[in-house]
C-alpha cells in the first residue's frame, strides 16, 4: 500500500501550492480532491488542463493516482443525463491527470428522501454508470462507488449497482468513516470487495458524526484490524486519508501534522505486522 493524502487537507491553497507542500514534505501520492478538480476545470480544456498539471506534480515526485469526482453531483437525478455528460469531463481531467481510481458517492439521496421507488432509483443510477463506465471503455481508469453511512452502506449494495451496470471501468472505495457509522464490519465489507476494491478514504469518527479523524485519536475503528484485513486481500493501492476534521490549523502546523501522519502510518503498519 501506498500513503497518500487528499489534497483538500490543503484547500485553502491553489493547485500549484497545495503540490508544493506535500511534496514539499516527501509526500509521494495523493488523491485530487473535487475542490481542486473544480479549479483545474475552471481554467479551460481539460485534457490540456490535466496534462500541464501532471507535468508539474511529476517534476515535483508527486503522483495522483486517486481523485474523487464532482462531490454533490447525483446520477439518478432529476437532471441525470446532464449530470453524466459533466462528469465526462471530469474524467477526460483524470484521464489527462494519471488517476486511476475516480471515486464518486452512489445516487439517489434525495430520491430516498421522498419515498421514491428503490429499484427506480437504482435503474436510474446502473443507467448513468453504464454509460460513464462505456466512456472509459479501452482506458485504465476505474470507477469507485463509495459506500456512504446514509444509503449504499453495504458492500453488497455496490456489487449490485455495479453488476446492473456492467462490470466493467467500475469498482469500490471503502470509506471507513461511513461504515463505522453505518455500524458494519470493516473487515466483512473488505474481503466482500476483494479485488472490487481499488481506492480508500482513511478516516475515523466516534460513530455520532461524519467526523473525519486521524487514527488513533478518539474514534474506534480498529485500525490494526482494518490493515490486516487490506493485507489479506493483497490491496495494492493508495492508502489514503480524507480527514477534514483534522486541517483547521495553520499551515506550519498542518505541515508538521504530515510528517507525524507518516510516522504513524509506518508504525500502524508494523504493528499490523506482528502476530
Not at 481539460?46 to 447525483?74: P, V, Y
Not at 462490470?167 to 479485488?195: E, K, M, P, V
Not at 500502524?268 to 502476530?275: H, K, Q, S
Request: hydrophobic content about 45%; some cysteine; proline content about 4%.
Amino acid at each position: 500500500m501506498k500513503l497518500s493524502m487528499w489534497s483538500s487537507y490543503f484547500y485553502t491553497l491553489s493547485p500549484e501550492d497545495m503540490v508544493s507542500a506535500l511534496a514539499g514534505r516527501g509526500w509521494r501520492y495523493a488523491e485530487l480532491s473535487d475542490e481542486h478538480a473544480e479549479v483545474l476545470l475552471g481554467r479551460g480544456p481539460a485534457e490540456q488542463t490535466g496534462r500541464a498539471f501532471a507535468r508539474l506534480a511529476g517534476e515535483a515526485g508527486l503522483s495522483f493516482l486517486q481523485g474523487h469526482l464532482w462531490l454533490r453531483c447525483d446520477i439518478a437525478g432529476a437532471n441525470r443525463q446532464a449530470t453524466v455528460d459533466r462528469l465526462k469531463a471530469w474524467l477526460d481531467l483524470f484521464l489527462a491527470v494519471g488517476i486511476k481510481a475516480a471515486v464518486l458517492h452512489p445516487a439517489g439521496y434525495a430520491r430516498y428522501k421522498n419515498g421514491d421507488d428503490p429499484q427506480a432509483i437504482a435503474a436510474d443510477s446502473a443507467a448513468s454508470l453504464a454509460e460513464l463506465s462505456g466512456y472509459l471503455r479501452g482506458t485504465d481508469l476505474t470507477i469507485c462507488l463509495e459506500n456512504l453511512f446514509t444509503h449504499s452502506t453495504t458492500c453488497a449494495d455496490l456489487i449490485s449497482l455495479i453488476e446492473a451496470a456492467g462490470d466493467r471501468n467500475l469498482g469500490i472505495c471503502l470509506d471507513t468513516g461511513h461504515l463505522n457509522l453505518a455500524g458494519r464490519d470493516q473487515d466483512a465489507f473488505i474481503r466482500q470487495a476483494g479485488s472490487r476494491l481499488k481506492a480508500l478514504h482513511i478516516t475515523d469518527n466516534q460513530e455520532t458524526s461524519d467526523q473525519h479523524l486521524l487514527p488513533f485519536g478518539p474514534g474506534t475503528v480498529d485500525w490494526v484490524g482494518v490493515v490486516r484485513s487490506l493485507e489479506a486481500i493483497g490491496y495494492d493501492g493508495l492508502f489514503n486519508y480524507e480527514i477534514p476534521g483534522e486541517r483547521r490549523a495553520p499551515l506550519p502546523i498542518l505541515l508538521a501534522k504530515l510528517d507525524y501522519i507518516r510516522t504513524m502510518t509506518e508504525l500502524l503498519f508494523a504493528e499490523a505486522a506482528n502476530p
